[in-house]
T-cell receptor, first 113, second 116 residues
Framework: EDKVVQSPLSLVVHEGDTVTLNCSYEVTNFRSLLWYKQEKKAPTFLFML????IEKKSGRLSSILDKKELFSILNITATQTGDSAVYLC?????????????FGDGTTLTVKP | DTEVTQTPKHLVMGMTNKKSLKCEQHMGHRAMYWYKQKAKKPPELMFVYSYEKLSINESVPSRFSPECPNSSLLNLHLHALQPEDSALYLC???????????????FGSGTRLTVV
């Protein structure tokens, strides 16, 4: 059975701290892993990672995938209160289940002033 | 236009009502999705449409009826819902097939549904 597991489930930090969120996966015919940030409503796309191992960066956020150990990390440096959100990772399935993704349960990040 | 637009944003309905949720995108995406999300849980897939045809139905009860009138529109018709159906209903779109793996989903802001 395909599985995506995120850790920790919740995290409380202070502004300026650096955080690392984890996402491990076991997915048949793995192609990509997606990271999303969800505040009140719509999950917003952060990164797409593949087995290429190429790190993705956007401002204070970065992410990389380890294809050997089957996990990805999302780093946020110099955290701000606006980073408070649920961070979701998802692995889109392939073949007959095209369109379907296995989601992790999310990491709830709270950044205190 | 890089948005998925959902209406209404909030909906309160009785258990005997019939209502519809609407979703629209103009990104040329040929795959569209309905997700249900309960508090503190990840989105849970309900339906996938690929090229306007229903390709995945995740054993959703028949009181939820999806419809894809054209490549830009997706509806979810609701009838005789139960209080436990109260949730955030998210629409998403993506490129079809392997395109999903390159660009991911674009989600709408959701409809917060309360069944009373």
């Amino acid at each position: 059975e395909d599985k995506v597991v995120q850790s920790p489930l919740s995290l409380v930090v202070h502004e300026g701290d650096t955080v690392t969120l984890n996402c491990s996966y076991e997915v048949t015919n793995f192609r990509s892993l997606l990271w999303y940030k969800q505040e009140k409503k719509a999950p917003t796309f952060l990164f797409m990672l593949t087995s290429s191992g190429i790190e993705k960066k956007s401002g204070r956020l970065s992410s990389i995938l380890d294809k050997k150990e089957l996990f990805s990390i999302l780093n946020i440096t110099a955290t701000q209160t606006g980073d408070s959100a649920v961070y979701l990772c998802a692995a889109p399935l392939y073949n007959t289940n095209a369109g379907k993704s296995t989601f992790g349960d999310g990491t709830t990040l709270t950044v205190k002033p | 236009d890089t948005e998925v637009t959902q209406t209404p944003k909030h909906l309160v309905m009785g258990m005997t009502n019939k209502k519809s949720l609407k979703c629209e995108q103009h990104m040329g995406h040929r795959a569209m999705y309905w997700y249900k999300q309960k508090a503190k849980k990840p989105p849970e897939l309900m339906f996938v449409y690929s090229y306007e045809k229903l390709s995945i139905n995740e054993s959703v009860p028949s009181r939820f009826s999806p419809e894809c009138p054209n490549s830009s529109l997706l509806n979810l018709h609701l009838h005789a819902l139960q209080p436990e159906d109260s949730a955030l209903y998210l629409c998403a779109s993506s490129q079809a097939g392997t395109g999903l793996h390159r660009h991911g989903y674009t989600f709408g802001s959701g409809t917060r549904l309360t069944v009373v």
